[in-house]
């Protein structure tokens, strides 16, 4: 049976500055669970997606196939810390932001749905105040939270957890011996799991052995996803290109600057005969000697040949200067979406609109009504409601 530990790596010499790492986050978790630290609810509809590893289980995809359910009925909001940006504070996206002022990742999702708003924050609550307040967001109808599992100040209405199929938390160690940002009991925040990037041809018998392993609540929802793949497409050109139609005498230079690249690698065997790969650090900036390097690596491959990259990286190549136009010519970028396996595309569909619509703020503004209508008849106080998916 082909399993999850294939892309882990322990580094058992650091398990002691693992011990320590871990007493520190468990003194952090302890004091929200003690109400010293204290977790924020909203009234609007707010989703959080998060892991609790360091690297890529394939956030950007869940949140663009959020924001791809939702954004032709509601008024949907982005919102991340914006890493490796170079501005500080609250920034709202525009059609002119940058790299430098808002993130890779973020302006991947504002190009692909400009309808949107998208806005980095690395202090949570002060960005969803502003979206909820600012003239030009206000009319926000949900919020996505993007790598905010451990924000912990803030209290989504749903928190879903994306566990990568390759590197199972339950055989992983906490950092710097292994990749876990928290402690593996730290799931139970959850109130979706998603185990990301499954091969496609996964057997009954391997989904009930890690539907066990994985050891859920019942007030946990799994779902098992993985990657498909659209047409090529041009990065500095119209042209599209289906994987099918790549010749079995081309040449492919896979261009990454992911965490996890070699599932994308796996998936592009069947179409790619002769593939060596370019790998750099995830969220990389390429720099002019990293240019000159995809120039010279691309310019030694004989024959034909095409360059495909993510796209991710090709949101941060098209502001990069120095491509050759041979490179830029043969550079494509591989679309990524998310296929729900199990046939459960629409129990997880259903999920999220329903809690989108039930606690929609105009939904809220005619419950409330109703509240003091009944406590104007019966003299009951009510509490402060907290929107929450388990609620539901």
């Known amino acids: 049976m082909r399993f999850e530990g294939d892309y882990i790596k322990i580094n058992k010499w650091l398990r002691p500055l693992s011990w320590f790492y871990g007493l520190g986050v468990n003194l952090r978790n302890q004091l929200f669970e003690l109400g010293i630290l204290r977790s924020r609810a909203f009234s609007i509809p707010i989703i959080s997606v998060g892991n609790i590893t360091?690297?890529?289980?394939?956030?950007?995809p869940h949140v663009e196939y959020l924001v791809e359910l939702l954004h032709k009925e509601k008024k949907v909001a982005v919102l991340s810390r914006g890493y490796k940006r170079k501005s500080r504070g609250y920034q709202l996206a525009t059609a002119d932001s940058t790299i430098r002022d808002i993130g890779d990742e973020p302006l991947q999702i504002k190009?692909?749905?400009?309808?949107?708003?998208?806005?980095?924050?690395?202090d949570r609550c002060e960005g969803i105040d502003r979206l909820t307040a600012d003239e030009a967001t206000k009319d926000v109808d949900v919020i996505l939270l993007d790598d905010?599992?451990?924000?912990?100040?803030?209290?989504?209405g749903i928190n879903i957890l994306l566990i990568d199929y390759h590197r199972l938390i339950i055989h992983d160690s906490l950092l710097p011996a292994g990749r876990l940002r928290e402690p593996k009991r730290g799931k139970r925040r959850a109130d979706i799991v998603i185990v990301t990037k499954c091969p496609h041809d996964l057997n009954p018998m391997e989904f009930r052995v890690l539907t066990k392993q994985l050891e859920l609540y019942p007030y946990q929802d799994l779902y098992f996803t993985n990657l498909t793949y659209g047409h090529l497409q041009q990065v500095f050109g119209g042209n599209e290109l289906p994987l099918d139609q790549i010749g079995p005498d081309t040449h492919a230079l896979l261009l990454t600057g992911i965490a996890s690249p070699q599932q994308i690698e796996n998936d592009l065997q069947p179409y790619v005969k002769h593939m060596e790969s370019l790998t750099f650090a995830d969220h990389h900036y390429f720099r002019p000697k990293d240019i000159r390097r995809i120039n010279e690596t691309f310019g030694a491959i004989e024959g034909k040949k095409i360059i495909i990259t993510t796209e991710k990286d090709a949101t941060r190549l098209r502001e990069a200067e120095g491509l050759s136009e041979d490179v830029k010519n043969a550079i494509y970028v591989l679309p990524v979406n998310i296929h729900f396996m199990l046939n459960r595309e629409e129990t997880f569909n259903h999920k999220i609109s329903s809690y989108v619509l039930k606690n929609s703020r105009n939904s809220i503004l005619v419950?409330?009504?109703?509240?003091?209508?009944s406590e104007n008849r019966n003299h009951l106080g009510n509490g402060p409601r907290t929107i929450s998916f388990r609620d539901n």
């Open 111 to 122: 190009q692909k749905y400009p309808d949107i708003y998208v806005a980095v924050d690395k």
């Open 54 to 60: 360091v690297g890529g289980t394939g956030k950007t």
């Open 148 to 156: 905010a599992y451990q924000h912990r100040y803030v209290r989504p």
């Open 367 to 373: 419950k409330a009504k109703d509240d003091n209508k």
